[in-house]
C-alpha cells in the first residue's frame, strides 16, 4: 500500500481507539493508541508496511503487558479489603471493661466510645479491667488486642 493509503488507515485505528476509550470505563482500546500513533508517523516518513505492524503490535503488546502486571498489582492492592470504619481501630488505644481471659472466652473494651468484645493475641495473656490495651486486628465482632 502507499504511504498516504498507510498514513490514513492509522490516523483511522488512532482516532477509533481514541473514540472507542472515550466511551468505556474498562481501558479497552488505550493500548492501541500510542501503537497507531507511532505507526501512522512511520507510515509518513516511508517506512516498510511490515515494519509498521511489528511497531504497533510490539508497543500494544508491551503496554497490555505492563498493564497486567504492575498496574494491576496496584490497582487490585486491595481488592476484596476495602478499609472499613472498623479497620481505623486497628492500632488504637482501648481500656479493658471486662477481663480478657481467652480461656473463658470473656473480655469487653471500650474504644472511641465504644464497647467492643475483645480477646487477647496470645492466649497465655490476661488483660485486668481498667489496663490498656492495644488493638492488633479485627476477627469478626471480636477485636484482637494485645498489651499496651
Known amino acids: 500500500m502507499s ?3 498507510m498514513t490514513i488507515m492509522w490516523a483511522v485505528f488512532f482516532i477509533g481507539a481514541l473514540i472507542i476509550e472515550s466511551q468505556t ?3 479497552i482500546a488505550v493500548w492501541f493508541v500510542p501503537g497507531a500513533l507511532i505507526s ?6 516511508g517506512v516498510a508496511e511490515w515494519i509498521q505492524w511489528v511497531v504497533f503490535g510490539g508497543v500494544s503488546a508491551v503496554l497490555v503487558l505492563l498493564a497486567f502486571t504492575v498496574f494491576r498489582k496496584k490497582l487490585l492492592k ?3 479489603k476495602e478499609k472499613t470504619d472498623t479497620d481505623l481501630l486497628i492500632g488504637k488505644t482501648a ?3 471486662e477481663r480478657i481471659d481467652n480461656a ?3 473480655g469487653a473494651v471500650k474504644v472511641d466510645g465504644m464497647v467492643w468484645s475483645a480477646k487477647m ?4 495473656e490476661y488483660a485486668e479491667v481498667g489496663e490498656f490495651v492495644e488493638i492488633e486486628a479485627i476477627s469478626g465482632v471480636k477485636l484482637i488486642c ?3
Open 95 to 97: 481500656v479493658v471493661i
Open 25 to 27: 470505563a474498562e481501558l
Open 78 to 80: 486491595n481488592h476484596g
Open 40 to 45: 501512522m508517523v512511520l507510515a509518513t516518513c
Open 146 to 148: 494485645r498489651w499496651k
Open 3 to 5: 504511504e498516504i493509503v
Open 121 to 124: 493475641l496470645d492466649d497465655c
Open 104 to 106: 473463658a472466652m470473656t
